[in-house]
C-alpha cells in the first residue's frame, strides 16, 4: 500500500463521495494487487495498474448506488502546500465545485491536477482518445469558473497538450 496509498485512497473519495466506499475500493484495490501475478515494469507502471482498478471499482460503486452528494471537503486530506496562492478557505470552495462536476470531468480533474497525470496517460488510464481527456479539462474548466463566480484560480494557459499540469495543484477555472 505503501506509496501509492495516498493517491489510491483521494482517488476513491474524490469518486465515491463516502468515507465508506472509498475504504471500500481502497481494500479492493490491494486486495486485488495481493492476488495479482502482474508484474510491473516500473513503479509508474504500478501506480498506473492501483489507479486504473481504483476507477474500475469506483464504477462499480456508483452503479450499484445512487449518486450522492460530494464528501465534505474539511475531510480530504489536503496539505497547505497544494493550494499554491490559494487560501484554505479558497481550496475548499474550489474542491466543493469540483465535486458538483460530472463523474466523468471528476475524474480527469483529480488526475490531472491532484496526481499529476498528463492528458496523454489519462487517456491511456481510462480508454479515452487524449483530445476526450483534453476536452473534458476545458468543459470542467468552464463550470468551475461559472460555479465559483467567474474567479479563475489557475494563472497558467489552458491544456493544449499532453506535457501535464503546468505546475497547477488545483484544477483551472478558466
Not at 498506473?48 to 450522492?68: F, G, K
Not at 479539462?137 to 463566480?149: F, N, V
Request: net charge negative; aromatic share 6%.
Amino acid at each position: 500500500m505503501g506509496a501509492w496509498g495516498g493517491s489510491v485512497w483521494r482517488l476513491a473519495l474524490a469518486q465515491t463521495g463516502s468515507k465508506e466506499d472509498a475504504e471500500d475500493v481502497y481494500q479492493d484495490v490491494f486486495l486485488r494487487l495481493a492476488q495479482s501475478a502482474t508484474e510491473f515494469s516500473s513503479q509508474e507502471h504500478l501506480k498506473a495498474w492501483l489507479l486504473r482498478v481504483a476507477v474500475n471499482r469506483c464504477h462499480d460503486v456508483a452503479r450499484l448506488r445512487s449518486r450522492r452528494p460530494a464528501v465534505p471537503l474539511d475531510s480530504m486530506p489536503f496539505e497547505p502546500s497544494d493550494a499554491g496562492p490559494l487560501s484554505p478557505d479558497e481550496v475548499r470552495a474550489l474542491w466543493e465545485a469540483v465535486g458538483e462536476l460530472p463523474e466523468s470531468m471528476r475524474v480527469v480533474i483529480h488526475l490531472y491536477y491532484q496526481e499529476g497525470y498528463s492528458g496523454k496517460e489519462i487517456a491511456g488510464l481510462l480508454g479515452l482518445e487524449p483530445s476526450t481527456v483534453r476536452t473534458r479539462l476545458q468543459r470542467a474548466r468552464a463550470q468551475l469558473k461559472i460555479s465559483l463566480g467567474g474567479v479563475d484560480y489557475d494563472q497558467s494557459e489552458p491544456v493544449q497538450s499532453d506535457d501535464g499540469p503546468s505546475g497547477a495543484t488545483c484544477p483551472s477555472a478558466g
